[in-house]
Structures are given as structure tokens and as C-alpha cells.
């Protein structure tokens, strides 16, 4: 039996102002081909379908144009959680029905002991939930942590088990020890977020979503998709793709496969004369950029000139201001200078460069005339 994991589509997201519609489109076309060859069982989609709760009409349209493709057209299974950013009503509407073609979606606790079964598989769903909504619902106020969420829902779960079959788990949370990325939306505030590896003993396979990166964790039995698309610079460097899970006699078999962006996400370090002369490497001009530049401080309206040459510059930074040095030692040491001095320093931290004679001329001149004019009140 083969099974497709993915996660984390994030539709309607925007990066910077620019929203990645087209790009999320590009990817999911790019996706449904790929289904056609690999002629998969199931799909498993592991949460945050959509970036925010109120999802635009074009990101709803593309989502609902995605499934049909892939659930009524090409007649695969989808089991379909929630996520931190998805709205559990709005996700959820018309689930009921969808069975009917084998479209499971499962946003509420309540279905967690039910398991979905296809072939000799049977999928346990644990959909995003926060410590105070796992409380409420078991009726017990001692759950304070996401830890002890998943606890207390994976023995409420074990309860139904079939030994016989193979176990799977498809959750959306955070394993200790997992890489996080920028666009990661923390699940609460003021409480640890993420749970033992060790929690899910009980399952064959645990199938999450949340985590962007595919190899957050080094586990042969928990596995994160990571997310169709790089949404920060920090994943700049991350593959993105999904996963091909095979049971074969129970014995599972995972691999990661890649997906080409239509845009990639890069962080270009250097200096700006040499970004505006093209001398710079950098994959295609056309993808998304974060600049890091120096020596541009002269230069009005830098990102106005870069977007000339890369038309999706979508940050700068100007790297002259990165200094290394703790500010205390900095302000010690500057006590210690003159005016002249401490102009002369804070104009090479700016510029790289020094003053020329002639700027430092000028500085004594003003220095002076500020001094006698000091002496004259």
C-alpha cells in the first residue's frame, strides 16, 4: 500500500506584501502530476491547509479545486486534518458528505478514537487542539501542557487499537528536538509547545504537519512532510516536497521526494555596487531575494534600484549596520575618545570607508564652531 504524506500548504499565504497564490498554484498542479505517476492509496495531509482562518476567495477556490482534482477526479482517499492556523468550522463544513467519495476530514477530538480504515491501515487523526480545548474535553483541569494533552489523547486513542492492523497516527504539533523555522506560528503562548518522542509508541507510523522542514526529525517511526512551499528566508536552504510511505507485510518503507518551485526563496550577501552590476551569484534574478548589502547608505532608495534588475526583492538589509561588538563594551570604549574621534568611528561602522582630509576637516571646523559657540551663551 502506498501513501502520499503532506502538510502545511498554507494557501493565501503573503511573504513580505506579495502574496504567493501563483506560486502556491505552480506547486499544486506540479503535485497532481506527480500523483498521476505515483498512483497512491491514500493522501494524507497533515494540517494548515489554509494560512489564516478567513482565507480568501482565490485561496479557497484553489484549494477546492486541488481536492476535487485529486479526490473525485482521480478517485484517491484523502484523510485531511486541522491545523494552528486552519478554522476548524470552516475546514470541517460538508465533511459528513464528503465521505460518500472517501474524503475524510477530521477537526474535532471527538473523532480521535474512530480510526479511518483503507486496506490494512488504519489512520488515528489528532488535530490541532489547544492545552485548555484537550481540558475541556477530557473534563480534567489538570492538563496544563501540551504534553500532557497528548498524553492523556494518545490513552484515550490506545484504547481502540487493533494490534493486527498497522497504526498510524496524523497529528499537527512539535516534537522536541525538531527544527523550527520563522513562519511557524508558535501553537501558544507562555507554555512548551512541543512533546517526547517517545509519546507515540503505541503507532507503526506518525504522519505530523507544522514543522517546514522534511527533516526536523531523525526518527524511523515519527516523520514530518515539511511544507509544500519555503515561507521565510530562514528556509531558504530547506527541500520542500513530499513523502511516499510503502507497507508492505507490515514493514514500511519512507522517502522524501522533491517538488520544483516555481520561485525559490535566496538570501544574497554582499555589496551593493556589485548587486546593481550583476556581479553577485545568484540562482535566477527572478526569484524571491533578500538582499543582506554594504556601502549603500550614499544611495536614496536602494530597494527602488535592486527591483529595476530583480523584480522580486522582497527584503534588504542594509549590513553596514550589523555590528559585533556588546553595546556596553561599545559605550565604555567611546567614553574614552574625543568628538572627532567617535565621528571618524561611527562613519567607517556606516560606510566601511574612512574620512578624507577634507571631511575631517570640515568636522573640526563645525566641532569649533559648536564649541565657541557654547562659550558665548
Not at 509519546?199 to 515539511?226: E, K, M, T
Not at 511544507?227 to 527541500?239: D, G, K, R, V, W
Not at 516536497?241 to 519512507?254: A, C, Q, T
Amino acid at each position: 500500500m502506498k501513501i502520499i504524506h503532506t502538510a502545511d500548504w498554507h494557501l493565501g499565504r503573503i511573504l513580505n506584501g506579495k502574496s504567493l497564490l501563483e506560486d502556491q498554484s505552480h506547486i499544486l498542479n506540479q503535485f497532481i502530476d506527480k500523483m498521476n505517476d505515483e498512483k497512491p492509496d491514500v493522501i494524507v495531509i497533515a494540517g494548515d491547509l489554509y494560512d489564516t482562518s478567513y482565507p480568501n476567495k482565490a485561496a479557497i477556490q484553489l484549494l477546492e479545486n486541488t481536492i476535487n482534482t485529486l479526490n473525485l477526479e482521480m478517485n484517491i482517499p484523502l484523510v485531511i486534518i486541522s491545523g494552528n492556523h486552519d478554522s476548524k468550522e470552516r475546514l470541517n463544513y460538508g465533511s459528513k458528505w464528503f465521505e460518500k467519495s472517501q474524503l475524510y476530514i477530521r477537526t474535532s477530538l471527538e473523532d480521535m478514537c474512530y480510526p479511518i480504515s483503507i486496506g490494512n491501515i488504519d489512520f488515528y487523526t489528532l488535530p490541532f487542539s489547544t492545552v485548555n480545548e484537550t481540558s475541556y474535553f477530557f473534563n480534567d483541569k489538570t492538563i496544563e501542557t501540551h504534553q500532557q494533552a497528548v498524553n492523556k489523547s494518545i490513552e484515550f486513542i490506545t484504547q481502540n487499537i487493533n494490534e493486527n492492523k498497522v497504526n498510524m497516527l496524523v497529528g499537527h504539533l512539535t516534537v522536541q528536538g525538531g527544527i523550527r523555522s520563522e513562519s511557524e506560528r508558535a501553537l501558544t503562548i507562555g507554555t512548551v509547545e512541543s512533546v517526547a518522542e517517545n509519546s507515540f509508541q503505541q503507532f507503526d507510523a506518525v504522519l505530523l504537519g507544522h514543522l517546514h522542514h522534511p527533516f526536523s526529525i531523525n526518527s524511523n517511526v515519527i516523520h514530518y512532510s515539511g511544507s509544500l512551499l519555503q515561507y521565510s528566508f530562514s528556509e531558504a536552504t530547506q527541500p520542500k516536497g513530499y513523502r511516499v510511505i510503502e507497507v508492505i507485510d507490515h514493514k514500511l518503507k519512507n522517502k522524501f521526494k522533491p517538488l520544483t518551485p516555481l520561485r525559490q526563496l535566496e538570501v544574497i550577501e554582499g555589496d551593493y555596487e556589485d548587486a546593481i552590476q550583476e556581479k553577485l551569484d545568484i540562482k535566477d534574478k527572478n526569484n524571491y531575494l533578500h538582499f543582506k548589502l554594504k556601502h549603500m547608505s550614499h544611495v536614496s532608495d536602494p530597494m527602488m534600484h535592486l527591483k529595476q534588475i530583480y523584480p522580486n526583492t522582497l527584503s534588504l538589509t542594509n549590513s553596514s549596520f550589523e555590528f559585533n561588538t556588546p553595546l556596553h563594551h561599545e559605550n565604555i570604549e567611546i567614553q574614552k575618545l574625543d568628538d572627532k574621534t567617535i565621528i571618524n568611528k561611527f562613519f567607517e561602522n556606516m560606510t566601511d570607508e574612512t574620512l578624507t582630509s577634507i571631511q575631517n576637516n570640515k568636522i573640526g571646523k563645525v566641532l569649533n564652531h559648536l564649541l565657541e559657540g557654547d562659550q558665548t551663551k
